[in-house]
């Protein structure tokens, strides 16, 4: 599992990239209420905002930690948005991307350097 600045994470298998945000960005978000997740065949840009995720706190972007097309959306956190608070690792994923250039993984944390990276903020 890799991790980004802005606390999304991947997980890839072969050229398919799980995203999700990270247990300390589902933390401090406090209780989701919404999750909206993008469109099976959207094609999404590194950096860019490609679902939103709302919580009692605040709304956020979740920002494509790999450019590519969205294979498939997390339909479930539709209905139960909670599960990015109690899986934000796992079962709380938000899409998968058909990764188009995996020289953007090279970039990304590993889960001690994201540990470390955290200690400074």
């Known amino acids: 599992m ?11 298998d072969g050229d398919i990239a799980t995203v999700g945000i990270s247990k300390h960005a589902a933390d401090a978000l406090g209780d989701v209420v919404f999750v909206e997740v993008p469109e099976v065949g959207k094609t999404v840009t590194k950096g860019d905002s490609f679902a939103v995720v709302e919580s009692v706190k605040a709304a956020s972007d979740v920002y494509a930690p790999v450019s590519g097309e969205v294979v498939e959306a997390n339909d479930v956190l539709g ?9 934000p690792e796992a ?15 090279d970039g990304l944390m590993d889960q001690a350097a ?3 990276y955290l200690t400074t903020l």
């Open 2 to 12: 890799k991790f980004t600045k802005d606390h999304e994470w991947v997980s890839v």
């Open 79 to 87: 209905s139960a948005p909670e599960t990015v608070n109690s899986a």
């Open 91 to 105: 079962d709380g994923w938000f899409a998968r991307i058909k990764i188009s250039d995996a020289s953007a993984l």
């Open 114 to 116: 994201y540990d470390e």
